[in-house]
C-alpha cells in the first residue's frame, strides 16, 4: 500500500470530520459504554468506556504508557489525570497534537502526557519502552495489522499489558452483497483498510503470532450498542438523501451510524475488548 497516500486520506477524513467529532462528541473519537444496571448520558457513557481502559490494563500511577491513536487527547488526558501514570500519545493527524497538548495542559496533565506525529507501526521508541499500551478504534487505520502489533510486541516490556477496544466483522459469507459494498465504501472513505481483518477469530490468531500471551477476548457490543444508536438517530434524516443518491463515499460517518447500526443489530458487526501480555 502507497502509505503516503493512505496517511493523505487519513488526513482528510479527519479533517472533514473534526466539527462532527468536537460537536457530537466533545472532541472524542470513540463511543460509549453503558453499564446494564443504570441509566447514563453518552457524557457519562465515554467516561465509563475510558474508565474500562484502566480496569484492562491494571493501570497503576507508575505505569509508563503508550497511546497508539490518541487523537485529540481525550482518553490520555482523562487517564493520566485519572491515575497519575505518564502517557504518550502518537498520532498521524497534525492537528490534532495542538489540541491534545491544551486539552492535557487546560486538565493539569501537561507534566504527565507527551504527544508525538507518528506511525505506530514504525515508532522510534527504544525496545520495552512502555508497560502498558491500549488503542481504542483506531487500528483499523493500520496498513499491516501485523506490522502494528509486531511494533507494539516491540515497545511493550516484559511483563507489560495491552488493551485494544476494536470493531468484529462478520466474513463476507454471512454478508449481502449490498452489506459489502458499503463496509467496503466506509473502509475507502475513512482510511481503514485493516477492518476487515477483525473478522471473528481472525484478531485474535494476528495477536498471538505477534508474540503476546494470555489473549481475552470480551464482548461488550450490548454495552457500546446504545452510544451508536445515540449517533444513528442524529444521522437517520440526513442519511435519507445520502443512500437515495448514492453518496456514501461523501459521508462515510452517516454511513457508519445508520448502516453499521443495522448490522449491530443482526450479530454482524461487534465490538470486543482484546487484551493480552508479553
Avoid at 492537528?95 to 492535557?104: G, R, T, V
Avoid at 489473549?215 to 437515495?244: C, G, H, M, W
Amino acid at each position: 500500500m502507497d502509505e503516503e497516500k493512505h496517511f493523505k486520506k487519513l488526513n482528510e477524513y479527519f479533517a472533514k470530520s473534526e466539527f462532527a467529532y468536537d460537536f457530537i462528541l466533545w472532541g472524542a473519537k470513540h463511543f460509549g459504554f453503558y453499564p446494564k444496571n443504570r441509566k447514563v448520558s453518552e457524557k457519562e457513557a465515554q467516561m465509563l468506556m475510558q474508565d474500562k481502559i484502566g480496569e484492562k490494563l491494571r493501570l497503576l500511577g507508575s505505569n509508563n504508557v503508550l497511546d497508539a491513536g490518541c487523537g485529540q487527547g481525550v482518553v490520555s488526558a482523562y487517564l493520566a489525570k485519572k491515575y497519575g501514570c505518564r502517557i504518550t500519545g502518537i498520532t498521524k493527524v497534525p492537528f490534532e497534537i495542538p489540541k491534545a497538548n491544551q486539552l492535557a495542559a487546560n486538565m493539569g496533565v501537561g507534566s504527565k502526557t507527551k504527544y508525538y506525529l507518528m506511525d505506530y507501526s514504525k515508532t522510534s521508541f527504544k525496545d520495552s519502552a512502555f508497560d502498558r499500551i491500549y488503542t481504542i478504534e483506531t487500528l483499523c487505520h493500520s496498513t499491516s495489522l501485523e506490522r502494528t502489533l509486531r511494533e507494539f510486541f516491540r515497545v511493550l516490556g516484559k511483563g507489560g499489558r495491552i488493551a485494544m477496544f476494536e470493531y468484529n466483522i462478520a466474513e463476507n459469507d454471512k454478508l449481502t452483497g449490498y452489506e459489502i459494498w458499503i463496509i467496503n465504501k466506509v473502509i475507502e472513505s475513512t482510511a481503514s483498510p485493516s477492518l476487515r481483518k477483525f473478522a471473528p477469530g481472525k484478531f485474535e490468531m494476528l495477536i498471538k503470532k505477534s508474540g503476546f500471551k494470555n489473549i481475552k477476548a470480551e464482548d461488550i457490543t450490548e454495552n457500546f450498542e446504545p452510544s451508536l444508536n445515540r449517533l444513528r438517530k442524529f444521522s437517520q434524516f440526513p442519511y435519507f438523501f445520502v443512500r437515495l443518491f448514492r453518496l456514501q463515499k461523501y459521508a462515510p460517518n452517516l454511513a457508519i451510524a445508520v448502516e453499521f447500526h443495522k448490522l449491530v443489530k443482526k450479530g454482524l458487526i461487534k465490538y470486543f475488548i482484546f487484551t493480552a501480555e508479553k
